[in-house]
């Protein structure tokens, strides 16, 4: 890894235990400001190491964007909104597993796809009651939320997928990452209209910035 890498790496880290300090103080003012700069840093992070890694870029932007969104969960359509644009991060980090596979001497890219779509249907089953029950019967909530749960369990199995088709030394940090990430938002969807936990800000976000930490530095560990 370079110098800049490292730097910028360190810089994330220590970002996010500001943010997470934060969180833990309940301290929603500098809990709002901080949070936008954690990705921003793992984005100049994946920037320096992989000039290319173009998929990576546009799934930690569009991650980005629906962090400022759900800056204002108080509205829901901001919530939707911050859905859609994290849908599009978990397809794009879906299109860099693809990308991956002829790497690994794998024909494995247009298998991944149809896989995607052959469980899609199954996943938008399992997703509907799912999303139907956490956004407290908000039909508009669920529809989205069901699209987006659908896609981000697809990512986990394409996970899985990628390991099954030999992508190897750093990818076991993918599929972690994207199980954090799963958790991270099961648990935001879980007390944003319903139940109220305390610290839900810190549990919430220590899942989802170690997640996408381990999901970025798992993928340019394995090109």
């Known amino acids: 890894m370079s110098l800049a890498g490292v730097i910028l790496l ?9 943010n997470l300090f934060f ?31 173009y998929w990576i870029w546009g799934a ?3 991650a980005w964007i629906g962090d400022v969104l759900f800056l204002f969960k108080h509205k829901k359509i901001f919530v939707a909104l911050g859905m859609l644009f994290f849908l599009a991060s978990h397809v794009f980090y879906i299109a860099e597993i693809a990308a991956l596979l002829p790497t690994y001497g794998n024909e494995g890219s247009a298998d991944l796809w149809a896989f995607c779509m052959r469980f899609s249907p199954f996943l938008l089953l399992l997703a509907f ?13 669920a529809a989205v939320g069901t699209c987006y749960t659908s896609v981000l369990l697809c990512f986990v199995a394409s996970s899985i997928f990628g390991l ?3 992508l ?8 972690v990452g994207s199980i954090l990430y799963f958790a991270s938002d099961f ?3 879980y007390t944003l209209y319903g139940k109220k936990l305390r610290f839900r800000e810190l549990f919430i976000m220590v899942t989802y910035l170690i997640g996408q930490a381990l ?3 798992g993928f340019l560990y394995t090109k």
């Open 10 to 18: 360190c810089a994330y880290g220590a970002m996010s235990l500001v």
């Open 23 to 53: 969180c833990c103080r309940e301290n929603e003012t500098w809990r709002k400001r901080t949070k936008p700069f954690c990705l921003l840093l793992l984005l100049a992070f994946a920037l320096v190491m992989d000039i290319h890694a």
């Open 60 to 62: 930690l932007l569009f």
């Open 129 to 141: 009651p799912l999303s139907y029950w956490l956004a407290r019967k908000d039909w508009k909530i």
């Open 164 to 166: 099954s088709e030999g």
């Open 168 to 175: 190897e030394v750093g990818f076991w940090m993918v599929l």
């Open 187 to 189: 648990l935001n969807a």
């Open 215 to 217: 999901i970025v530095v």
